[in-house]
């Protein structure tokens, strides 16, 4: 508890003083964000440590308007840009789609401008506008060091075009998006829990078979996930039974997976008992719903 309220009321401080500099200081905002910026990484580790969610949930909007005043005194800090939209992207997926698709669209958006943002500025001119053989070209010259901001721009991009899917523009972006997470699965699949594999678990089981999607396909993606994740990130249990086992009309294998989650504990791994405790809840509503979906 004494960690949770330094990280909802020392937020809010940090974000007072940080709006208090004077505009013209330049060099004195600089500073200020940079040493702030260290301390934001150990705030972000306490709150991943959390299971308490009402406390995460009413501190993030200060944490976010803090990190938003930091970009805004260091447009371009790469490291700061990610940062900020793994912010946007984590609260909208964990407090607000289920209950507000109109305002996680737009935490979404802030989120997929702030990643893209942050592939500019290692180098990477135009992500969204530019010709796709220039797209893929580009791509496939960065590196294993360029893999968080492919993976993080690459999430967050692919979040807000599933809250789009009514725009043609938003849909042809997806090709990109799609390239993206299979570039970071050539560099390094192991990355955040196997995320890349749980990505293109989803959207090959989310496409109509037409489409290209396929079912066998998601669910080597989904088990890849949890063995790269050591079975200790939950949700890609949860991903594996909502999108894979409901798709493949299997009620046993929906069933045990999701209580394999409930079954382990938040906290199997410290940094990850934010999300797990998510991976808790979410588990626990899809059982609840299980006789609608079998």
């Known amino acids: 508890m004494i960690i949770g309220r330094f990280f909802k009321y020392n937020l809010m401080l940090l974000l007072l003083l940080l709006l208090c500099l004077p505009m013209s200081c330049a060099t004195s905002k600089t500073m200020t964000v940079g040493a ?5 990484d150990d705030v972000a580790q306490s709150a991943y440590r959390q299971s308490d969610l009402r406390l995460i949930r009413e501190g993030m909007p200060a944490y976010l308007m803090l990190i938003g005043g930091m970009v805004e005194a260091v447009p371009d800090n790469e490291r700061l ?7 946007y992207a984590s609260f909208a997926s964990a407090f607000v789609q289920e209950e507000d698709q109109e305002y996680a669209r737009a935490l979404y958006a802030k989120a997929r401008n702030y990643a893209l943002s942050a592939l500019q500025q290692i180098g990477f001119k135009n992500p969204i506008a530019s010709e796709f053989d220039s797209f893929e070209k580009t791509l496939h010259a960065l590196g294993k060091k360029d893999v968080p901001y492919i993976f993080w721009a690459a999430s967050c991009w692919g ?15 997806l090709p990109r998006v799609e390239l993206m997470m299979k570039r970071v699965l050539e560099l390094d699949e192991g990355f955040y829990y196997g995320g890349a594999h749980i990505f293109m678990g989803v959207l090959e089981a989310s496409r109509p078979k037409i489409a290209g999607g396929d079912l066998n396909k998601a669910q080597n ?5 949890i063995e790269l994740g050591k079975g200790k990130f939950l949700m890609s249990r949860v991903y594996y039974a909502d999108y894979y086992a409901r798709k493949a ?12 989650v409930l079954d382990t504990p938040a906290d199997i ?3 990850l008992t934010l999300l797990n405790t998510v991976a808790h809840i979410k588990a626990q509503k899809l059982l609840n719903n299980v006789d609608e979906y079998f």
């Open 249 to 260: 009309f299997d009620r046993k294998l929906f069933i045990s997976t999701l209580q394999e």
């Open 81 to 87: 840009l990610i940062t900020a939209a793994q912010a």
């Open 159 to 173: 979040n807000w075009i599933s809250l789009n899917q009514r725009s043609m523009e938003a849909l042809a972006e």
């Open 36 to 40: 702030t910026a260290s301390l934001l």
């Open 269 to 271: 791994e410290p940094d």
């Open 221 to 225: 993606h989904f088990l890849k996930a």
